[in-house]
């Protein structure tokens, strides 16, 4: 590990093995993985094994026995072991994970002809429509009966076939009209083991509503069949290429709108996507697209995994977005939620839990398949009809409405089964191999990620994982779990600490960079300073923090800021830059939070009076000429302009030559460009001299203290740099050449070098 002196810095620390091969993680936030109670220990035969050859054998859906063993694969030696020689020490886990992999894929192609093949589920189960027919499957072997029910056929039960492996079938129509409209009420009744009836959604449904004015209403599933005439046709392809380094803007489109309401899809896609693309973003997260009827969860209690959120619109009306998005250059991740499901049984998947055994469930059985603080299910993602449902939901929203990748949400919580909770990740490897380690989840991971990879060459994965675990984003054909970038969860939670417990003259420089750049080598991390989580109620914003209660009065543009606005505004553009600079290759941010958002996010609830004056964008405020949230909203357009323009976030070429703590500078290289960051609350550095790597003539492309920016113009735009030639062993701060710059307080100032 690379070290830092606290009392002041010089000498390079390489970004591109950040500070070294190990990342320390953190105690993961109970609001993001509670604990649960655990009676009994799964996965016991998933540490390491015993012997490297037979560990065990289960018999597949043909009859034939698949044997586990902990050999490498063909090549002999898993490439992970050659990018980070540490994991050397846990080769039998790897490896038997690995193989695991191989075994459950080889069984789905010997059964399915291909892992595409085996995710077309939706395909199949459902509601599938063809020559007029309407041939409905759904997967409950528990039930003695299965019944299907809705307004077409006045709710009077039709009884479903069994078939083989727990599957029930009805096909109904002979004519070339469908005999179910478009539109229709549906639901299943099911006779569980004890005999009684119970009535629920379908749980391959695409579509559920329920009253837009009842709170707390059980939902309707709905057969979605449009003439052609109503669906909605793609005009727009997939950006291609992918971006070289994605900047994310994080969205919830239900609170997109100006008004106290839930916005739409299409209100979404022509009023709010224009802005984002004005911002120089290159990507959406939507959040919340699955339906989830408590509308307060955020989207993460998802109730019906392939319907869309109806709140917001139909499934034609999410097209429209995004097509729209794409029409733009944008790429379109989804916030996907595999990590649990709701515990509703009215209207979600647990209903279809009667208590049988694990084989014939969605869920894990007893407490082993319950999320004691998050109240909700927990997947048994060893099931075969299982990965079948998960992984062809993941491959529905790529093929049906064409999104270009996902956020997994909650991967923590799948890696491991204490979920996280308690658990304070100090780095050391066997945390992340051993008894606690998912071996199900993550083989589920893998696959999904290589069907991610498979089915769009420019699919994008992203694992919200605050353990570090090594290999999450190393390819699966390496023996990785195939992700494409990794959240950086601890930076945010290190830049609260920071505001609320330090005065400005206790940052520590060197702090900021070991944070900053503790990522794993030759995996990628998406980084931000602050996201949702951050914006919900019971938290606060940077912003809000920084400023307080002087955001209702201090924000006119028209008078001298007060003190504690200054200090904001200048502390807002700063955080966001060098969290930008050197905190990954990617980089996120919520909506709003461009241009301090004042405030907190409140869901409507019983709590507030059922209000949704928390649910919503305040964009007047950015709009408005007046006011000085039009100052941060510029210069966050002006950074990611500068990045789409020299692609810094994704260059190999990246260091860090100076923290100095005494005068509470930061100067770091990215790309071609040099970032100079001053920290100190009230010293100007005239003449301040700099490392830098390339020798000739710079010119200054971004300044944070500018006029345009809500800064004081102190830095003079047209002046030239010039190099000096450091001679001296080592240089100056480990770099060959130097010049000098002036650097206001709280600024950062982006110099590249000009070619003559």
Same mark, same amino acid.
Request: hydrophobic content about 35%; some cysteine; aromatic content about 12%.
């Given at each position: 590990?690379?070290?830092?002196?606290?009392?002041?810095?010089?000498?390079?620390?390489?970004?591109?093995?950040?500070?070294?091969?190990?990342?320390?993680?953190?105690?993961?936030?109970?609001?993001?993985?509670?604990?649960?109670?655990?009676?009994?220990?799964?996965?016991?035969?998933?540490?390491?094994?015993?012997?490297?050859?037979?560990?065990?054998?289960?018999?597949?859906?043909?009859?034939?026995?698949?044997?586990?063993?902990?050999?490498?694969?063909?090549?002999?030696?898993?490439?992970?072991?050659?990018?980070?020689?540490?994991?050397?020490?846990?080769?039998?886990?790897?490896?038997?994970?690995?193989?695991?992999?191989?075994?459950?894929?080889?069984?789905?192609?010997?059964?399915?002809?291909?892992?595409?093949?085996?995710?077309?589920?939706?395909?199949?189960?459902?509601?599938?429509?063809?020559?007029?027919?309407?041939?409905?499957?759904?997967?409950?072997?528990?039930?003695?009966?299965?019944?299907?029910?809705?307004?077409?056929?006045?709710?009077?039960?039709?009884?479903?076939?069994?078939?083989?492996?727990?599957?029930?079938?009805?096909?109904?129509?002979?004519?070339?009209?469908?005999?179910?409209?478009?539109?229709?009420?549906?639901?299943?009744?099911?006779?569980?083991?004890?005999?009684?009836?119970?009535?629920?959604?379908?749980?391959?449904?695409?579509?559920?509503? =329920? *009253?837009?004015?009842?709170?707390?209403?059980?939902? *309707?599933?709905?057969?979605?069949?449009?003439?052609?005439?109503?669906?909605?046709?793609?005009?727009?392809?997939?950006?291609?290429?992918?971006?070289?380094?994605?900047?994310?803007?994080? &969205?919830?489109?239900?609170?997109?709108?100006?008004?106290?309401?839930?916005?739409?899809?299409?209100? $979404?896609?022509?009023?709010?996507?224009?802005?984002?693309?004005? +911002?120089?973003?290159?990507?959406?997260?939507?959040?919340?697209?699955?339906?989830?009827?408590?509308?307060?969860?955020?989207?993460?209690?998802?109730?019906?995994?392939?319907? =869309?959120?109806?709140?917001?619109?139909?499934?034609?009306?999410?097209?429209?977005?995004?097509?729209?998005?794409?029409?733009?250059?944008?790429?379109?991740?989804?916030?996907?939620?595999?990590?649990?499901?709701?515990?509703?049984?009215?209207?979600?998947?647990?209903?279809? *839990?009667?208590?049988?055994?694990?084989?014939?469930?969605?869920?894990?059985?007893?407490?082993?398949?319950?999320?004691?603080?998050?109240?909700?299910?927990? $997947?048994?993602?060893?099931?075969?009809?299982?990965?079948?449902?998960?992984?062809?939901?993941?491959?529905?929203?790529?093929?049906?409405?064409?999104?270009?990748?996902?956020? $997994?949400?909650?991967?923590?919580?799948?890696?491991?089964?204490?979920?996280?909770?308690?658990?304070?990740?100090?780095?050391?490897?066997?945390?992340?191999?051993?008894?606690?380690?998912?071996?199900?989840?993550?083989?589920?991971?893998?696959?999904?990620?290589?069907?991610?990879?498979?089915?769009?060459?420019?699919?994008?994965?992203?694992?919200?994982?605050?353990?570090?675990?090594?290999?999450?984003?190393?390819? =699966?054909?390496?023996?990785?779990?195939?992700?494409?970038?990794?959240?950086?969860?601890?930076?945010?939670?290190?830049?609260?600490?920071?505001?609320?417990?330090?005065?400005?003259?206790?940052?520590?420089?060197?702090?900021?960079?070991?944070?900053? +750049?503790?990522?794993?080598?030759?995996?990628?991390?998406?980084?931000?300073?602050?996201?949702?989580?951050?914006?919900?109620?019971?938290?606060?914003?940077?912003?809000?923090?920084?400023?307080?209660?002087?955001?209702?009065?201090?924000?006119?543009?028209?008078?001298?800021?007060?003190?504690?606005?200054?200090?904001?505004?200048?502390?807002?553009?700063?955080?966001?830059?060098?969290?930008?600079?050197?905190?990954?290759?990617?980089?996120?941010?919520?909506?709003?939070?461009?241009?301090?958002?004042?405030?907190?996010?409140?869901?409507?609830?019983?709590?507030?009076?059922?209000?949704?004056?928390? &649910?919503?964008?305040?964009?007047?405020?950015?709009?408005?000429?007046?006011?000085?949230?039009?100052?941060?909203?510029?210069?966050?357009?002006?950074?990611?302009?500068?990045?789409?323009?020299?692609?810094?976030?994704?260059?190999?070429?990246?260091?860090?030559?100076?923290?100095?703590?005494?005068?509470?500078?930061?100067?770091?290289?990215?790309?071609?460009?040099?970032?100079?960051?001053?920290?100190?609350?009230?010293?100007?550095?005239?003449?301040?001299?700099?490392?830098?790597?390339?020798?000739?003539?710079?010119?200054?492309?971004?300044?944070?203290?500018?006029?345009?920016?809500?800064?004081?113009?102190?830095?003079?735009?047209?002046?030239?740099?010039?190099?000096?030639?450091?001679?001296?062993?080592?240089?100056?701060?480990?770099?060959?050449?130097?010049?000098?710059? $002036?650097?206001?307080?709280?600024?950062?100032?982006?110099?590249?070098?000009?070619?003559?």
């Amino acid at each position: 590990r690379a070290e830092l002196a606290m009392e002041g810095f010089a000498g390079i620390v390489d970004l591109r093995r950040g500070l070294g091969q190990r990342q320390v993680g953190s105690a993961v936030h109970a609001s993001r993985a509670p604990p649960r109670r655990r009676t009994r220990t799964r996965g016991a035969d998933l540490c390491k094994p015993k012997s490297k050859g037979y560990l065990g054998a289960r018999e597949n859906r043909r009859g034939r026995m698949l044997r586990f063993c902990a050999t490498p694969p063909e090549s002999g030696r898993l490439k992970v072991y050659d990018v980070d020689p540490m994991l050397n020490e846990f080769r039998d886990h790897l490896d038997y994970r690995y193989r695991r992999y191989r075994e459950q894929l080889d069984a789905i192609v010997e059964a399915e002809g291909s892992l595409e093949n085996f995710a077309c589920g939706y395909d199949r189960m459902g509601f599938c429509v063809e020559d007029g027919k309407v041939v409905y499957r759904e997967w409950a072997p528990a039930a003695q009966q299965v019944q299907l029910i809705g307004d077409f056929n006045d709710w009077k039960g039709w009884a479903l076939e069994r078939e083989a492996f727990g599957t029930w079938k009805l096909v109904l129509g002979e004519e070339s009209e469908c005999p179910v409209p478009h539109g229709s009420r549906v639901k299943v009744r099911l006779q569980t083991p004890h005999g009684n009836w119970v009535d629920r959604i379908p749980a391959w449904i695409t579509y559920a509503t =329920v *009253d837009a004015n009842s709170f707390g209403a059980a939902y *309707d599933g709905v057969f979605w069949n449009p003439p052609e005439s109503e669906r909605h046709v793609f005009r727009n392809q997939r950006p291609s290429p992918a971006p070289n380094a994605l900047r994310i803007y994080e &969205c919830h489109v239900g609170m997109s709108g100006q008004e106290p309401k839930v916005s739409t899809y299409r209100e $979404f896609a022509d009023e709010v996507l224009p802005r984002i693309k004005a +911002c120089n973003y290159n990507a959406i997260q939507l959040m919340a697209v699955q339906e989830h009827s408590y509308y307060a969860s955020f989207g993460y209690h998802v109730t019906n995994a392939f319907a =869309v959120s109806s709140r917001s619109g139909s499934p034609e009306d999410l097209k429209y977005l995004v097509d729209a998005a794409h029409g733009m250059g944008m790429v379109v991740i989804m916030d996907l939620v595999h990590s649990h499901a709701s515990n509703n049984a009215s209207d979600g998947l647990n209903g279809y *839990d009667f208590g049988q055994k694990e084989e014939d469930s969605y869920f894990l059985s007893g407490d082993a398949g319950y999320h004691q603080q998050w109240d909700s299910r927990l $997947f048994n993602y060893r099931n075969w009809e299982v990965l079948r449902y998960l992984l062809s939901n993941v491959k529905w929203w790529l093929q049906e409405y064409h999104f270009d990748g996902f956020r $997994f949400d909650g991967v923590t919580s799948m890696l491991y089964h204490h979920h996280g909770i308690n658990t304070a990740f100090t780095g050391s490897y066997s945390e992340y191999f051993g008894l606690s380690t998912n071996v199900d989840a993550v083989v589920y991971l893998m696959l999904a990620n290589q069907l991610i990879h498979s089915c769009t060459k420019q699919g994008v994965s992203i694992a919200e994982d605050v353990s570090g675990m090594p290999t999450l984003c190393r390819p =699966v054909s390496e023996g990785g779990v195939g992700f494409d970038y990794r959240l950086a969860m601890g930076v945010p939670d290190r830049w609260i600490e920071i505001i609320k417990h330090l005065p400005d003259e206790e940052w520590s420089m060197g702090d900021l960079v070991s944070t900053l +750049c503790n990522r794993r080598y030759t995996e990628k991390t998406i980084a931000y300073s602050e996201s949702h989580d951050q914006s919900i109620v019971g938290d606060q914003t940077i912003a809000f923090r920084l400023m307080g209660a002087e955001m209702y009065t201090g924000m006119s543009a028209l008078e001298e800021a007060p003190q504690a606005v200054a200090r904001g505004m200048a502390l807002c553009k700063v955080i966001r830059a060098v969290t930008m600079a050197i905190g990954g290759e990617g980089w996120l941010n919520f909506m709003g939070n461009e241009f301090g958002h004042p405030e907190w996010i409140d869901f409507p609830r019983e709590g507030n009076g059922w209000s949704y004056d928390k &649910c919503r964008r305040r964009w007047d405020l950015a709009d408005s000429p007046h006011l000085r949230y039009k100052f941060l909203l510029s210069f966050d357009a002006a950074l990611e302009g500068l990045e789409e323009e020299h692609q810094f976030l994704c260059s190999p070429h990246q260091l860090v030559s100076e923290a100095n703590e005494a005068k509470k500078t930061i100067v770091a290289e990215r790309g071609a460009l040099v970032f100079v960051f001053n920290f100190h609350h009230s010293e100007a550095y005239e003449g301040y001299k700099i490392g830098v790597g390339m020798p000739g003539k710079y010119a200054l492309v971004l300044d944070s203290d500018a006029g345009v920016f809500g800064g004081q113009g102190r830095v003079y735009h047209d002046a030239e740099y010039f190099t000096t030639p450091e001679d001296g062993e080592g240089g100056f701060n480990g770099r060959p050449c130097s010049m000098q710059v $002036f650097t206001p307080p709280r600024t950062v100032l982006v110099f590249r070098r000009v070619d003559e």
